[in-house]
Each structure stands twice: as structure tokens, then as C-alpha cells.
């Protein structure tokens, strides 16, 4: 008696192997080790006087933040503070635009802030957003 050998599927396989090969490679850049930009949000004025002497009238913020290249608008990341307002996002040696994404209608609003990372550090930078108080 002789048996044919079952033919497999080629097509099923041939797509697995493709999609192995795209997923080895090269990606897009990552940033170095330890290089990027941390920082705080913070929300201001939270009181209608500041007084001398006296602690300014602002709170931290969560909020969520779009780091774009300066180079062409781009978005490469987005990161958001947690309630204490601290946030931390990696990202290659560049200069970027901080997009602070909309609080409220219309306020809390806050201001872009320009940044330049260097390799091997993290550029400290502070984004407020505003109450509206005045």
C-alpha cells in the first residue's frame, strides 16, 4: 500500500514567517539609558491673594502631557503625572515642545514648555497650568 504524504498549508506558514522576520527588525529610536524629562505639573493660582512670606498658591496636577519633536510637531510620547504631579518619560537627545493636553473649558490651561535633552540625563522642567484665578 502506498501513502501520500499530506500536504501542509504553505500560505499559514509562510505568513507566521514573515511576520517573525518584520518583528526582528530594526525599530524605532529608543532613547539612551537613563535620558529624558522629568518634571512636575502644577496648578496655580489656588487662591485669590498671595501673600510675602507665604507659600505661592499652587498644587500639583495630574494631568497628561504630549512630548512633540520642535522639529516638526510630531508626538513622540505622551505621559501622564500622577496625583502628586511628578512625571518622568524617556526619550533620545532632541529638543521637544511639552503640549500640556487641555484641563477643562476653558480653564485649567497650561503652556507648552520647550525642552532640550541631552544623552546620559534628565532635563528637569516645571509645566503649570492655570486656574484662572485672579
Excluded: K
Excluded at 505621559?79 to 521637544?96: E, I, K, N, R
Amino acid at each position: 500500500m502506498i501513502r501520500m504524504a499530506r500536504q501542509r498549508p504553505i500560505l499559514p506558514m509562510l505568513l507566521i514567517l514573515v511576520v517573525l522576520v518584520a518583528a526582528c527588525g530594526p525599530s524605532a529610536a529608543s532613547a539612551p539609558p537613563n535620558t529624558g524629562i522629568r518634571g512636575i505639573v502644577t496648578l496655580g493660582p489656588t487662591c485669590p491673594v498671595e501673600r510675602v512670606g507665604e507659600p505661592p498658591c499652587v498644587t500639583p496636577l495630574a494631568a497628561t502631557l504630549a512630548v512633540t519633536s520642535a522639529e516638526d510637531g510630531s508626538v513622540v510620547a505622551r505621559v501622564s503625572s500622577g496625583p502628586d504631579g511628578a512625571f518622568q518619560v524617556d526619550v533620545p537627545p532632541g529638543d521637544y515642545v511639552i503640549v500640556p493636553e487641555p484641563g477643562g473649558d476653558p480653564f485649567p490651561v497650561g503652556q507648552p514648555v520647550e525642552v532640550t535633552v541631552e544623552a546620559g540625563g534628565y532635563t528637569e522642567i516645571e509645566v503649570a497650568y492655570d486656574t484662572g484665578i485672579r
